[in-house]
Nanobody, 128 residues
Framework: QVQLVESGGGLVQAGESLRLSCAAS?????????MSWFRQAPGPGKEREFV??????????YYTESVKGRFTIFRDNAKNTVYLQMNSLKPEDTAVYYC??????????????????WGQGTQVTVSS
């Protein structure tokens, strides 16, 4: 079992930055897990969408197109923590952000059911 706890969300103005953290606690090695960030915007019909993914030792990273060049995912396996640095925030980035963990994929890394463990989410609100 892996417990994930996100922090770092808040209310900011457009153009500002936030850094989200996701701390993992488990009896297993943090570096055994691929880690990703997802978000879910407010409103009916809004699904949880992929934001960024990082490989087990942090070499490969993937981003959804809308955040490329603005967001950076990185991890510190010694601290069992994955981060999402978000710069140049836009109102459309407003969402609850979740971190997720999986040891491996049977399908696409951007598909939420591929992940076994989820945090409770942290709210990010960007005002215009």
């Amino acid at each position: 079992q892996v417990q994930l706890v996100e922090s770092g969300g808040g209310l900011v103005q457009a153009g500002e930055s936030l850094r989200l953290s996701c701390a993992a606690s488990s009896g297993r090695t943090f570096s055994d897990y691929y880690m990703s960030w997802f978000r879910q915007a407010p409103g009916p019909g809004k699904e949880r969408e992929f934001v960024a993914r990082i490989s087990k030792i942090g070499i490969s990273k993937y981003y959804t197109e809308s955040v490329k060049g603005r967001f950076t995912i990185f991890r510190d396996n010694a601290k069992n923590t994955v981060y999402l640095q978000m710069n140049s925030l836009k109102p459309e980035d407003t969402a609850v952000y979740y971190c997720a963990a999986t040891k491996g994929y049977s399908g696409s890394y951007y598909d939420p059911p591929q992940y076994d463990y989820w945090g409770q989410g942290t709210q990010v609100t960007v005002s215009s």
